[in-house]
C-alpha cells in the first residue's frame, strides 16, 4: 500500500493531505515489520516502538482522510489533541507500570476506538455529504465495535492475549484490521477522485470572476426546476436583470473597477436569494434569476428588493454608484415550456425598462 500510494502521488501536486497520507502508510509499515520480526529482536522496548509507529502512522491516516473530506477543522484538532495525550499517558503507564500483554491489548484497542470514532460519527453525521463518507463512517463503526469487543475480551481474558493467538474475537480483530487498512487506502484514493470531480464540476459550472453559475449551468438547472414545477403545476418567475450603462463603469473607472462592481452586484443579489432560488450570469452585465414557486406578486418584491438594494449599494472606499433594469415574466409551466421563452420574455420587458429611463422593474406577460 505504501508503495501504491507513493507511486500513485508522485507526479501528483504535493497537498498536505497527500504528504500526510504516504507518509502514515510507511510508518505502519515499518510497525508491522517490527510485529514480524519481533521474537528476533532483543528487548521488550520493541513492543513499545511498534505501538508508537501505529499510533502515529494511523493518527496520521485519519487526519489525512479528515482533511481530504475538508472535516479537519478546529473542533477535530482540539479532539485529536486530546486523544493523543490520553492514549500516550495511558499506554505509557500501561507499559512502564503493568507488564500485562492483555492490559496492553485493551488500552491500545481502546485507542484505536477513539481514533476512529470521531470520522465515523463526522461521515455519518454530516447528511449533506457524498454517499461515499457515509459508507466510509459506517465501516468506521463497524471496525471501531470490533475493536471495542477486543479491548474486553483483552481485560477479561483468563490467559494472556497477543496478537498470534486464534479465537472468535481474535480473527474479528484481523478482519478489522484489514478493514481499516483497505478502508484507508480505497477512501483515500476515492476522496482524491471524488474531490476532483467536485472542483472540475465547479469549473465547468461556476462563473469564476462572480462566483454564481455561468450561462450553461444555469440553463440546465433552470429547465430541470422548471419540468418539477410543471409536474406540481406551481408557478415559476424569471428574473433578467442587466446593469445601467455598465460600458461607462469600464471608460470612466476601468475594467478592474468594473470587475468589482459585478462581483459587488452579485453579491449583493445572492444575499436576498432563497435556498431553492438559482441566480446565474448570463454574460457581461447581464444575470438571471429564477425563482421556483414564485407568483407574480412575490417576484415584484423580489426584484423591487433586488433593485433597491443594489441602488443604496457601495463597493467600500469607492464612489462608484450605479443602478439595475429588471424584466420579469411569472408562468405556470408545462412540459412544452422552454428556458428560452421565458428569457425571450424577459429580455423584452428589461429593453422597455431600459427605454422607459432604467433602475426600474418591467413585467412581461405571458401568452399561450
Not at 42 to 62: D, H, K, R, T
Not at 217 to 244: G, H, N
Request: proline content about 2%; some cysteine.
Amino acid at each position: 500500500m505504501a508503495l501504491l500510494i507513493s507511486a500513485y502521488r508522485y507526479r501528483a501536486p504535493r497537498d498536505t493531505a497527500s504528504s500526510l497520507f504516504i507518509v502514515s502508510k510507511w510508518l505502519q509499515s515499518a510497525c508491522w515489520l517490527l510485529v514480524i520480526i519481533r521474537y528476533s529482536l532483543p528487548g521488550e522496548q520493541i513492543v513499545l516502538l511498534s505501538n508508537a509507529l501505529m499510533l502515529v502512522g494511523g493518527g496520521l491516516e485519519i487526519v489525512a482522510l479528515l482533511l481530504m473530506a475538508g472535516a479537519f477543522d478546529a473542533k477535530a484538532q482540539r479532539y485529536y489533541a486530546v486523544v493523543t495525550a490520553l492514549c500516550v499517558l495511558s499506554y505509557g503507564l500501561t507499559y512502564f507500570f503493568d507488564h500485562s500483554d492483555n492490559l496492553r491489548i485493551a488500552s491500545a484497542s481502546l485507542g484505536v476506538v477513539l481514533f476512529i470514532a470521531f470520522p465515523a460519527y463526522r461521515f455519518i453525521a454530516n447528511k449533506g455529504d457524498s454517499l461515499l463518507q457515509t459508507v466510509m463512517g459506517l465501516v468506521y463503526a463497524a471496525v471501531a465495535f470490533v475493536m471495542l469487543a477486543r479491548a474486553f475480551t483483552a481485560l477479561l481474558a483468563g490467559s494472556d492475549m497477543n496478537i498470534f493467538l486464534t479465537g472468535f474475537i481474535r480473527q474479528l480483530y484481523y478482519i478489522g484490521i484489514f478493514l481499516v487498512m483497505i478502508l484507508g487506502m480505497a477512501g483515500f484514493v476515492l476522496l482524491s477522485r471524488e474531490r476532483s470531480y467536485e472542483a472540475l464540476r465547479r469549473m465547468a459550472d461556476i462563473d469564476e470572476l462572480t462566483g454564481i453559475l455561468n450561462r450553461r449551468a444555469f440553463i440546465d438547472r433552470a429547465q430541470i426546476t422548471a419540468a418539477a414545477a410543471a409536474e406540481r403545476r406551481e408557478p415559476i418567475s424569471f428574473l433578467l436583470l442587466d446593469i445601467d450603462h455598465f460600458k461607462q463603469v469600464n471608460d470612466n473607472y476601468g475594467h478592474i473597477t468594473g470587475d468589482w462592481a459585478l462581483q459587488n452586484f452579485a453579491s449583493t443579489v445572492e444575499f436576498y436569494l432563497g435556498p431553492e432560488d438559482l441566480f446565474g450570469r448570463y454574460g457581461g452585465e447581464e444575470f438571471a434569476v429564477l425563482l421556483p414557486g414564485a407568483g407574480e406578486e412575490e417576484s415584484d418584491r423580489k426584484a423591487e428588493q433586488f433593485r433597491l438594494a443594489i441602488m443604496s449599494s457601495r463597493i467600500e472606499g469607492h464612489p462608484l454608484k450605479y443602478t439595475v433594469s429588471i424584466g420579469v415574466i411569472t408562468v405556470i409551466p408545462d412540459k412544452s415550456t422552454q428556458l428560452d421563452q421565458l428569457y425571450k420574455l424577459s429580455d423584452a420587458a428589461l429593453y422597455q425598462a431600459k427605454q422607459e429611463g432604467r433602475n426600474r422593474v418591467v413585467r412581461s406577460r405571458w401568452s399561450e
